[in-house]
């Protein structure tokens, strides 16, 4: 199946010249199960591939009509005194004639599994996000413009990852239902461009593998909830979501049963 799109976005953030923008996508999935070298295999129920490309823009700023050339009148503290009679000041504001749209493409592959008559099921997709012409609030040269600061588009950056999960329904019966669910990403965002030539790399893996990946490489995991009275229990084996996740199963097991009596 192939699905597209396409939009005409206008702001009135931008000048005339950069007003309006052009982004759409494109969708291309193909249901592998239904095939019939797979429609009566009976240990895979459902697999899909999935591609996908897409552009969308961002717009997002306080600075509104930050084209035109706006002054505004000034406040007690800005004002003449021409003998007894203060007189308002009119002050120019910031004037941002280049901004344009920020835009991010995006590219990525996907697949959906489901095995047993979907007992287990889940999905892998790899990702990658480019985004340009970054918009952000930044510092400007001293007498460039009216003000020391101001909304500029200042660069790019990528973004690129995996994310996998898997799923199961344990018990399914008309007293308890019990799914178990994992999964876990990895991220990467470089920022490749910004202004003043600064380079900046972030990234890291989330779930469950990304607690072990910090602990081992920083010796903690930063929202561990640890335990200690005086030598006698300490523990950090369970950080503040997975003690949620815990107790929140606990309870719905006991009430389980004690809906039973």
Do not use: C, H
Not at 35 to 51: H, Q, T
Not at 102 to 113: H, I
Not at 144 to 149: D, G, L, T, V
Not at 152 to 180: A, C, P, R, Y
Request: glycine residues 12%; negative net charge; aromatic residues 12%.
């Amino acid at each position: 199946m192939l699905t597209l799109n396409y939009r005409k976005d206008g702001t009135s953030r931008f000048g005339p010249e950069n007003r309006w923008g052009d982004f759409g996508g494109a969708a291309l999935a193909w249901r592998v199960s239904d095939e019939d070298f797979l429609k009566d295999s009976n240990a895979i129920s459902n697999l899909k591939l999935r591609l996908g490309w897409g552009i969308a823009g961002q717009q997002d700023i306080s600075a509104a009509y930050a084209f035109l050339g706006r002054t505004i009148l000034g406040s007690s503290i800005s004002q003449y005194i021409f003998g007894t009679t203060p007189i308002p000041v009119a002050i120019p504001q910031t004037r941002l004639e280049d901004l344009k749209w920020e835009e991010t493409t995006t590219y990525n592959v996907g697949l959906d599994y489901g095995l047993f008559n979907n007992k287990l099921s889940g999905s892998l997709e790899v990702y990658l996000k480019e985004s340009n012409d970054l918009l952000a609030n930044v510092a400007i040269s001293d007498g460039s413009n009216f003000s020391n600061s101001g909304f500029q588009n200042i660069g790019k950056f990528t973004s690129k990852g995996i994310e996998f999960s898997i799923g199961s329904d344990i018990v399914s019966t008309d007293d308890l239902k019990i799914d178990v669910n994992y999964n876990v990403s990895f991220n990467q965002t470089e920022i490749d461009e910004l202004a003043l030539e600064q380079d900046i790399r972030v990234g890291g893996i989330g779930g469950g593998i990304g607690n072990i990946y910090d602990r081992f490489l920083y010796g903690s995991v930063t929202d561990f909830l640890f335990i200690d009275l005086g030598g006698v229990f300490k523990t950090g084996i369970f950080n503040i979501a997975d003690l949620s996740v815990t107790t929140g199963m606990i309870l719905i097991i006991w009430a389980s049963f004690k809906n039973k009596d």
